[in-house]
């Protein structure tokens, strides 16, 4: 099982629509990352949380450390989200490299127009 | 205050041969990572230096891999004799406080 799952693995909407990505993890943390890649292959860090909630333009991201789980809102979504969008924590233990990510395998969004 | 930058940004090499990966990072930022996406694959670590310091390595193969983050220069992974599974995106990321700024990728292909 790894260590950081993220849910759909693949999403089609419509222009318009709310998007949900969910992230959980199964170790200790002392911080999440939310990344985008974009099909050029580039990737853009959206967000680090370590706790709550954070907003930047259409985009909202929470976390709950308790349950151990974050999301990825995405509002009014236009075809130019259509990217990769990438789940990534700092594990409290080595396994990643002191501060390196460990990450998820990515949710794969189209937005159609 | 320019992003984090790679080169080369594409590079293909023949079997045996070695590749040479530069990072610059970010201006201030003296901790830089490498990350292997293998295709179809997610991401995944392979080394965490500091300038003149390997801080972790776990993630590196043990053997052909090796890379630095000299006083003055980019950092640099270096791949020996690389075969046709070294063929991956190479990404490195610096940071400063917490978040981590990623360059945009050296894609190598190993015929």
């Known amino acids: 099982k790894n260590e950081v799952e993220q849910s759909p693995q693949n999403l089609t909407a419509q222009e318009g629509e709310f998007i949900t990505i969910n992230c959980s993890y199964s170790?200790?943390?002392?911080?999440l990352h939310w990344l985008q890649q974009h099909p050029g292959g580039g990737i853009v860090s959206l967000f680090m949380?370590?706790?709550g909630k954070k907003k930047h333009g259409r985009l909202i991201a929470t976390i709950n450390i308790q349950e151990k789980h974050s999301s990825l809102h995405i509002t009014a979504s236009h075809p130019r989200d259509s990217a990769v969008y990438i789940c990534a924590v700092i594990a409290m233990y080595s396994g990643g490299g002191a501060d390196g990510l460990t990450f998820g395998k990515g949710t794969h969004l189209i937005i159609q127009p | 205050n320019a992003g984090v930058m790679q080169n080369p940004r594409h590079l293909v090499r023949r079997r045996g041969q070695e590749a040479r990966l530069r990072c610059s990072p970010m201006k201030g930022h003296s901790h830089v990572y490498w990350y292997r996406q293998l295709p179809e694959e997610g991401l995944k670590f392979m080394v965490y230096l500091q300038k003149e310091n390997i801080i972790d390595e776990s993630g590196m193969p043990k053997e052909r891999f090796s890379a630095e983050f000299p006083k003055e220069g980019p950092s640099i992974l270096r791949i020996q004799q690389v075969v046709r599974g070294d063929s991956a995106a190479y990404f490195c990321?610096?940071?400063?406080?917490?978040?981590?700024?990623f360059g945009p990728g050296t894609r190598l292909t190993v015929l």
């Open positions: 170790v200790g943390i002392s911080a």
């Open positions: 949380l370590s706790s």
């Open positions: 990321a610096s940071r400063k406080e917490y978040t981590q700024y």
